[in-house]
């Protein structure tokens, strides 16, 4: 059972500058809350309480602002600052004191997820007792992202970082799931032409020993990755349609806490003081209400 989570919110985010010359990316806002809020919330649903935020040097405190330390929502949240990006499983080298020997989730900052089945989904994953399951969605170029192939048993025959020649439309998302051996095996590798470390070599570890399964987020599912200013703001107009449509909030991470019971009332309205008079507020106002019919 995985009971730890890191969420990668460092990189330069040069893709966005200027907005990220001042600002962490993952504090820029989709529709009316600040990114990292999505990933957090994903490994929230999953049941996961002991969460790690990696950040960049410099900007441990912008984060602290708005997510001091998990108490509000009943869960515990603690940083640490990354010196540079090196590569994504860097991350399990610089989470390793948090790791111990126990097993972790890893999702990116900049990814969003949404679907009717996640939440179930990511208490199935959390099961993981060895080995790795990475998180598999169709998309329409596949030459972008890093693919997976896959047998008849959900076991990842092949990875390919951006692919020139398509073998495969199933493209591996921000979101993963280890069991302890994860932190010795970044340690082993080599940085690539790009002088980071790969996740795709990562994962190629696990796919040798035939441990790399695949997991999906189905169809109506959504992953859409924030790296881009169009991607962005694509992500924050889903969101908002959603919303709006529904009148439920996506990643609101109180509501989410409240159900699991890790939180009650009196949380809920401290929250609500702390927000100020804004649509979040109202809304985490009419939520509790609700709870109190």
Not at 276 to 289: A, E, H, R, V, W
Request: with cysteine; aromatic share 10%; hydrophobic share 35%.
């Amino acid at each position: 059972m995985i009971k730890k989570g890191i969420i990668l919110a460092g990189g330069y985010g040069t893709r966005m500058s200027p907005l990220t010359k001042a600002v962490n990316k993952q504090l820029l806002p989709i529709h009316d809350k600040p990114l990292i809020y999505y990933p957090l919330s994903v490994l929230m649903l999953s049941g996961i309480r002991d969460i790690l935020i990696i950040v960049n040097k410099g900007q441990l405190n912008q984060f602290k602002k708005i997510l001091p330390n998990g108490k509000n929502l009943g869960i515990k949240i603690s940083y640490v600052e990354q010196e540079y990006p090196k590569g994504l499983p860097d991350a399990f080298r610089v989470g390793q004191n948090f790791i111990g020997n126990n097993s972790v989730a890893l999702i990116l900052g900049d990814n969003f997820f949404y679907g009717q089945s996640l939440t179930k989904k990511l208490k199935k994953c959390i099961k993981l007792k060895t080995g790795a399951t990475v998180i598999l969605h169709p998309v329409k170029n596949p030459s972008l992202y890093g693919v997976a192939s896959i047998n008849k048993k959900n076991k990842i025959t092949k990875i390919v970082e951006k692919p020139k020649k398509s073998f495969s439309d199933l493209a591996i998302t921000g979101l993963y799931f280890f069991d302890n051996k994860v932190v010795n095996y970044s340690k082993k590798l080599k940085p690539s032409k790009r002088k980071e470390v790969e996740i795709v070599d990562l994962l190629d570890k696990y796919k040798k020993s035939n441990k790399l399964k695949a997991e999906f987020l189905g169809r109506g599912g959504a992953w859409l990755d924030t790296g881009s200013i169009k991607d962005f703001y694509n992500t924050s107009a889903f969101v908002s349609a959603l919303e709006n449509r529904q009148g439920l909030k996506i990643a609101c991470l109180e509501e989410i806490a409240f159900n699991n019971n890790w939180i009650n009332k009196k949380n809920i309205f401290e929250s609500i003081k702390f927000y100020g008079n804004c649509d979040y507020s109202k809304y985490l106002s009419t939520f509790i209400k609700k709870k109190s019919k």
